[in-house]
Structure formats: C-alpha cells, structure tokens
C-alpha cells in the first residue's frame, strides 16, 4: 500500500531548513549531519523535498498507525543524496484529522 494521496503531500519549507537541515536543532542534528553528508545543504532545501517525493512517496508503506492526531504511515528505504551517497531512511507522513493529505512529520536513518 501507498500513502493515499500522495500527489498533495506537503513538505514544509521550515520542516526542511529548520528542522532537517539544522545541524544545531536540539532534536534534529543527527539527522541533519546524515543528509549534509549526502549533499544536501540549507541552500539547496528545495531539493531535498524533491528527492524525497521522488524517491521515498514511489515506495510501499512499511508501517501504519493512528494517533490522536490522525493516521501515521511509515516509509523505509534508500536515499540518494546529491552526491551520490546513499542511506536508507524511514519518513514518516500523517494525514491529520480533517484533512486529506499527508504531511513529512520527520525523516531519519535507520
């Protein structure tokens, strides 16, 4: 199964720059040390949401769960990053209660 709707995915600007790509986020600078070692860089964050709906969204999801938020979807597999390094990540999306479409909660390697 996909995550439903996919097409409509949201991947905010500040989720990306802020979060994914801030070596000094408290909670996100492991992650962003990953993906600045695969090229990625906060100049470049438009590419990174790119990547993503290219190379994680085209894949099944491997876990399913609800939250009083609304459904959860976990995706797990490869990366491939600007300069030709590769991780495998998992992503997790939620389509929240009243809504239709999922959006990137967080992204991490696994």
Same mark, same amino acid.
């Given at each position: 199964?996909?995550?439903? &709707?996919?097409?409509?995915? /949201?991947?905010? #600007?500040?989720?990306?720059?802020?979060?994914?790509? &801030?070596?000094?986020?408290?909670? +996100?600078?492991?992650?962003?040390?990953?993906?600045? @070692?695969? +090229? $990625?860089?906060? #100049? &470049?964050?438009?590419?990174?949401? *790119?990547?993503?709906? @290219?190379?994680?969204? *085209?894949? #099944? /999801?491997? /876990? *399913?769960?609800?939250?009083?938020?609304?459904?959860r979807y976990e995706i797990v597999g490869p990366m491939v990053g600007p300069q030709g390094w590769s991780a495998i990540c998992r992503s997790v999306?939620?389509?929240?209660?009243?809504?239709?479409?999922?959006?990137?909660? *967080?992204? $991490?390697?696994?």
């Amino acid at each position: 199964m996909r995550i439903p &709707n996919v097409e409509h995915a /949201v991947i905010a #600007e500040d989720k990306r720059r802020d979060s994914l790509l &801030n070596v000094e986020h408290g909670r +996100g600078s492991s992650k962003a040390r990953m993906l600045i @070692a695969m +090229g $990625y860089r906060a #100049e &470049n964050w438009p590419q990174l949401a *790119t990547d993503i709906r @290219a190379q994680h969204l *085209t894949l #099944e /999801v491997d /876990v *399913t769960k609800a939250s009083d938020y609304g459904a959860r979807y976990e995706i797990v597999g490869p990366m491939v990053g600007p300069q030709g390094w590769s991780a495998i990540c998992r992503s997790v999306w939620q389509i929240d209660i009243g809504t239709d479409y999922p959006r990137l909660i *967080t992204m $991490y390697p696994e």
